[in-house]
């Protein structure tokens, strides 16, 4: 299997430096997660819908991730993190 790159968006690298200084719990698990997805992308769970084309994965329970996977190019795009009840409220 070929490795798949990571791609943050500028919002998820936003969030990633504020959880880093707040919850070094949360964010080890972030950095865990992120690379157990370059590992097997497809493993997680599709979305539907208006979020068809994108995947989610849970982290910690409460938190939500969303990402998309580009074939053709080898890159796993991670888009946002929020809380389960915002994050799909806003998409």
Sequence with gaps: ??????ALSKKLKAKMEKIYRKDRQLYD?????ISEILNDPHHYKPLKHDLKGFYRVHIEKSFVMIFSVEENSNIVKFIDLDHHDEIYRRK
């Design 1 to 6: 299997m070929t490795p798949y790159r990571p």
């Design 29 to 33: 698990a972030l950095m865990k997660k």
